[in-house]
């Protein structure tokens, strides 16, 4: 955290000079230029994230400024080339004034070319945006007077570091570079200047709910008063920094408000801290990530912790890094020290075990492939093959390959859990659709109702929605093509990644509840899979889609004519029973057999997609087939060839000629109506 030496500052002079836009004034942000921690290591490894990686080795953590190559790990962070969004985050924490960034290529392989390689990958960011948000909800880009967003010049080498000030200094706990051009590919280090503000002082923290002081609901004392800590994204890592700090060694697990097994009630003053993240290494509350206030929480979702002065028992398990206390990376406690487990051979019942361990009435879903983030390199890898039954009482009585040099595995193939919780799902909702199976999605969720971005949506993600919803599954995960319009008010989800076997979307990995990058053109939306509703989108109107007729959306509706036939025949029927006598003949026809289901009176308007809560007749309401008739009429009123008496509209049951169907095309001209038939007959 250390003021930029006198020697970057000329050496960097040069390039200033001519690379920053003239439109940012330098003497703005003087008095605030510290180094933030990148480089020194001051900021973690965990508070720096990427929206792709090219592979491990690649990694956010290689973009410090100045980090050598050191192979096979590259000096730079790396995106994947088909990143259409490309962005690399540092996560502060607190709120921080920050006011500028240093910015750097891809470091030269040096360590290859002495191996025999070549000094590959002349790699850089050649132009950059700089996007901060202060609670990650919102995001703002770093804009010029004009109210119009800098695209910042980047470097023209792969060692030279350029210095981009900003006009002004912003406060964010949160900072974002978006590459815009690069040379080869996407490859950059840098480093962030500004100051940290002073965190409000939370030193002291204790307890309650329990006769035993190691364990209890976790309240802080802050502005003269003790409050509670909300249980959203409380996990291990929170509970061993609480633990620390109370002078315990160990966390044996973390409860929370919304869990069966919470022991410990509520609070009885307010909530304090809302959404705390930390890494596990702090020794405080102050270090970590946290919202002040009570953001979105109950008084009954709050935060407790179990802790230890005693080293675990072997075998001990936690779940670490996911957004609630229910879900995570499995670690197990072996021979002195924790570690991951490998998920070579991971099912379900592996992750049964885990989840009764933990307290929790089994495992709902498992994951694979580090799917809670990557740990450092030190942290061994204690299990592999992990070989339960199901019915064990602890992981440790499973078989499977115990000991950190048993295994053949990576970080990237670390297992993790989702325990069922027993808590109600979040309430979702398909607006704006034609029928209840197909609409923009909404969740409610920190007590309003939101839309969810399309950016990686597919269908995994819509088959988790349309479940939730109590249809089999979905047909078509819908995108930002204006399906199902727009909605309003907050984007509650984005880059949502599902499995497909979650019990909720906000139980997928996404960006956090109310980050985004989206506007409402890029809602999504789905199609869900049904037996009473239409198994494709309709639109309106004019995806009139009857009984043996055909759906259309778009400009012209085609509709099979037996219904405009029969009603037509209604009002002559009338019209003639009113001006003759009722001994008069009269010839008319019916819809042919097997179109009888066809509902007639004034239940059967035709049910239009955007008139889903309109009913088709009874099947008892409706007229008699020709041959039931003809099989035994004495079961009907009329006879066939029975003429109704005057004021009626009963069709008499003859013999239909031959049938010939016809359409109608209604075209955007409302005043042109065409009859078309392939062939003619008479009626």
Same mark, same amino acid.
């Given at each position: 955290?250390?003021?930029?030496?006198? +020697?970057?500052?000329?050496?960097?002079?040069?390039?200033?000079?001519?690379?920053?836009?003239?439109?940012?004034?330098?003497?703005?942000?003087?008095?605030?230029?510290?180094?933030?921690?990148?480089?020194?290591?001051?900021?973690?490894?965990?508070?720096?994230?990427?929206?792709?990686?090219?592979?491990?080795?690649?990694?956010?953590?290689?973009?410090?400024?100045?980090?050598?190559?050191?192979?096979?790990?590259?000096?730079?962070? #790396?995106?994947?080339?088909?990143?259409?969004?490309?962005?690399?985050?540092?996560?502060?924490?607190?709120?921080?004034?920050?006011?500028?960034?240093?910015?750097?290529?891809?470091?030269?392989?040096?360590?290859?070319?002495?191996?025999?390689?070549?000094?590959?990958?002349?790699?850089?960011?050649?132009?950059?945006?700089?996007?901060?948000?202060?609670?990650?909800?919102?995001?703002?880009?770093?804009?010029?007077?004009?109210?119009?967003?800098?695209?910042? &010049?980047?470097?023209? =080498?792969?060692?030279?570091?350029?210095?981009?000030?900003?006009?002004?200094?912003?406060?964010?706990?949160?900072?974002?570079?978006?590459?815009?051009?690069?040379?080869?590919?996407?490859?950059?280090?840098?480093?962030? @200047?500004?100051?940290?503000?002073?965190?409000?002082?939370?030193?002291?923290? *204790?307890?309650?709910?329990?006769?035993?002081?190691?364990?209890?609901?976790?309240?802080?004392?802050?502005?003269?008063?003790?409050?509670?800590?909300?249980?959203?994204?409380?996990?291990?890592?929170?509970?061993?920094? $609480?633990?620390?700090?109370?002078?315990?060694?160990?966390?044996?697990?973390?409860?929370?408000?919304?869990?069966?097994?919470?022991?410990?009630?509520?609070?009885?003053?307010?909530?304090?801290?809302?959404?705390? &993240?930390?890494?596990?290494?702090?020794?405080? +509350?102050?270090?970590?990530?946290?919202? @002040?206030?009570?953001?979105?929480?109950?008084?009954?979702?709050?935060?407790?912790? $179990?802790?230890?002065?005693?080293?675990?028992?072997?075998?001990?398990?936690? +779940?670490?890094?996911?957004?609630?206390?229910?879900?995570?990376?499995?670690?197990?406690?072996?021979?002195?020290?924790?570690? #991951? $487990?490998?998920?070579?051979?991971?099912?379900?019942?592996?992750?049964?075990?885990?989840?009764?361990?933990?307290?929790?009435?089994?495992?709902?879903?498992?994951?694979?492939?580090?799917?809670?983030?990557?740990?450092?390199?030190?942290?061994?890898?204690?299990?592999?093959?992990?070989?339960?039954?199901?019915?064990?009482?602890?992981?440790?009585?499973?078989?499977?390959?115990?000991?950190?040099?048993?295994?053949?595995?990576?970080?990237?193939?670390?297992?993790?859990?989702?325990?069922?919780?027993?808590?109600?799902?979040?309430?979702? *909702?398909?607006?704006?659709?034609?029928?209840?199976?197909?609409?923009?999605?909404?969740?409610? $969720?920190?007590?309003?109702?939101?839309?969810?971005? =399309?950016?990686?949506?597919?269908?995994?993600?819509?088959?988790?929605?349309?479940?939730?919803?109590?249809?089999?599954?979905?047909?078509?995960?819908?995108?930002?093509?204006?399906?199902?319009?727009?909605? #309003?008010?907050?984007?509650? +989800?984005?880059?949502?990644?599902?499995?497909?076997?979650?019990?909720?979307?906000?139980?997928?990995?996404?960006?956090?509840?109310?980050?985004?990058?989206?506007?409402?053109?890029?809602?999504?939306?789905?199609?869900?899979?049904? =037996?009473?509703?239409?198994?494709?989108?309709?639109?309106?109107?004019?995806?009139?889609?009857?009984?043996?007729?055909?759906?259309?959306?778009?400009?012209?509706?085609?509709?099979?004519?037996?219904?405009?036939?029969?009603?037509?025949?209604?009002?002559?029927?009338?019209?003639?029973?009113?001006?003759?006598?009722?001994?008069?003949?009269?010839?008319?026809?019916?819809?042919?057999?097997?179109?009888?289901?066809?509902?007639?009176?004034?239940?059967?308007?035709?049910?239009?997609?955007?008139?889903?809560?309109?009913?088709?007749?009874?099947?008892?309401?409706?007229?008699?087939?020709?041959?039931?008739?003809?099989?035994?009429?004495?079961?009907?009123?009329?006879?066939?060839?029975?003429?109704?008496?005057?004021?009626?509209?009963?069709?008499?049951?003859?013999?239909?000629?031959?049938?010939?169907?016809?359409?109608?095309?209604?075209?955007?001209?409302?005043?042109?109506?065409?009859?078309?038939?392939?062939?003619?007959?008479?009626?």
């Amino acid at each position: 955290m250390t003021p930029i030496l006198a +020697l970057r500052c000329l050496n960097i002079l040069t390039f200033s000079i001519i690379f920053v836009p003239l439109f940012i004034p330098l003497s703005n942000a003087a008095g605030c230029q510290n180094e933030l921690g990148l480089e020194d290591g001051g900021i973690s490894d965990s508070q720096i994230t990427a929206s792709t990686v090219w592979d491990s080795n690649h990694r956010p953590s290689n973009a410090r400024l100045n980090r050598p190559a050191d192979y096979p790990t590259v000096g730079s962070w #790396t995106a994947k080339e088909d990143d259409p969004r490309p962005w690399i985050q540092v996560d502060l924490r607190i709120p921080t004034q920050v006011t500028g960034v240093l910015m750097q290529g891809r470091a030269p392989n040096i360590d290859w070319r002495l191996l025999g390689g070549s000094n590959c990958c002349a790699q850089w960011v050649t132009k950059f945006k700089v996007q901060y948000s202060y609670d990650g909800s919102l995001w703002q880009t770093v804009q010029g007077s004009d109210n119009v967003d800098i695209i910042f &010049e980047g470097n023209t =080498d792969q060692t030279t570091v350029v210095i981009r000030l900003f006009p002004s200094s912003v406060t964010a706990s949160k900072i974002r570079i978006l590459p815009t051009a690069w040379n080869e590919h996407i490859s950059m280090r840098f480093e962030l @200047l500004g100051c940290a503000e002073d965190p409000p002082p939370f030193s002291e923290v *204790r307890l309650t709910g329990s006769d035993n002081a190691w364990e209890g609901l976790v309240e802080v004392y802050y502005n003269g008063q003790w409050g509670a800590v909300c249980d959203d994204m409380w996990d291990t890592d929170d509970g061993l920094v $609480v633990c620390r700090q109370l002078g315990y060694d160990y966390v044996i697990r973390v409860t929370s408000g919304g869990h069966e097994n919470q022991p410990f009630g509520y609070s009885a003053g307010p909530i304090v801290l809302d959404d705390v &993240e930390c890494d596990g290494w702090e020794s405080s +509350l102050n270090q970590c990530k946290w919202i @002040l206030g009570n953001g979105n929480c109950f008084f009954s979702e709050v935060a407790g912790v $179990v802790c230890a002065s005693n080293e675990p028992a072997g075998g001990t398990v936690r +779940l670490v890094g996911g957004s609630f206390a229910w879900e995570g990376r499995v670690e197990v406690y072996y021979h002195g020290q924790w570690g #991951t $487990v490998c998920d070579d051979l991971w099912t379900i019942e592996d992750a049964n075990v885990v989840c009764r361990q933990l307290g929790y009435q089994g495992a709902t879903i498992t994951y694979d492939n580090a799917r809670f983030g990557l740990v450092s390199d030190s942290v061994p890898i204690l299990l592999d093959n992990a070989d339960c039954f199901g019915s064990e009482s602890q992981l440790y009585d499973c078989a499977g390959l115990w000991g950190p040099d048993k295994h053949n595995c990576d970080h990237n193939e670390d297992a993790g859990v989702q325990c069922n919780s027993n808590q109600g799902l979040p309430e979702i *909702r398909l607006a704006d659709g034609a029928y209840p199976n197909q609409g923009r999605v909404e969740i409610y $969720v920190e007590g309003e109702w939101g839309t969810v971005c =399309d950016d990686e949506w597919d269908i995994d993600d819509a088959d988790v929605v349309c479940r939730q919803l109590g249809f089999r599954g979905a047909l078509e995960a819908v995108g930002s093509n204006g399906e199902f319009g727009e909605g #309003t008010g907050r984007i509650l +989800l984005d880059d949502v990644d599902c499995r497909g076997g979650e019990a909720s979307i906000l139980y997928c990995l996404h960006e956090g509840v109310g980050i985004n990058n989206c506007a409402h053109n890029e809602d999504a939306g789905v199609l869900c899979e049904s =037996d009473q509703y239409p198994n494709h989108i309709a639109t309106g109107p004019a995806d009139i889609n009857i009984i043996g007729g055909i759906g259309f959306p778009g400009i012209i509706g085609v509709v099979v004519i037996p219904i405009f036939i029969i009603g037509m025949l209604c009002l002559i029927c009338r019209k003639i029973s009113r001006n003759r006598n009722a001994d008069s003949n009269m010839a008319t026809t019916v819809p042919p057999p097997g179109s009888t289901n066809i509902p007639m009176g004034p239940t059967a308007v035709p049910l239009l997609p955007h008139e889903p809560s309109r009913r088709v007749a009874p099947a008892q309401d409706l007229p008699p087939a020709y041959d039931a008739v003809m099989d035994d009429p004495s079961k009907f009123a009329y006879p066939p060839g029975h003429i109704a008496a005057e004021g009626a509209c009963d069709i008499p049951l003859t013999p239909p000629p031959e049938y010939i169907p016809q359409t109608v095309e209604f075209s955007t001209d409302t005043n042109s109506v065409t009859m078309a038939t392939e062939s003619s007959t008479s009626v």
